[in-house]
């Protein structure tokens, strides 16, 4: 039955992690003099959003994940200056 049942995805505990392991990741990313991206969001704005999900008041995961790879291709492919 494995064998021959369509593909299925699996998830990931993003929630989870961005309120323990990957906090402070996250958070120096998004929040730290040097964000490549900080410029597009209005700082109290993305500190509410912040803490609305690290303290568990809302989730955000998918909001935070896209800014976080954002993020991180602006620092791969952007020249900085």
């Not at 064998?3 to 929040?31: A, C, I």
């Not at 730290?32 to 989730?59: C, F, K, M, V, W």
Request: proline content about 5%; aromatic content about 12%; hydrophobic content about 35%.
């Amino acid at each position: 039955q494995i064998l021959e049942r369509p593909k299925v995805g699996f998830r990931v505990p993003v929630n989870q992690w961005f309120r323990t392991s990957m906090r402070e990741y996250l958070l120096d990313h998004l929040t730290a003099a040097d964000s490549r991206t900080r410029h597009y969001y209005r700082p109290e704005r993305l500190r509410n959003i912040l803490d609305e999900h690290i303290n568990g008041r809302q989730n955000h995961e998918k909001l935070l994940w896209c800014m976080l790879s954002l993020e991180l291709w602006q620092r791969a492919f952007q020249p900085s200056g």
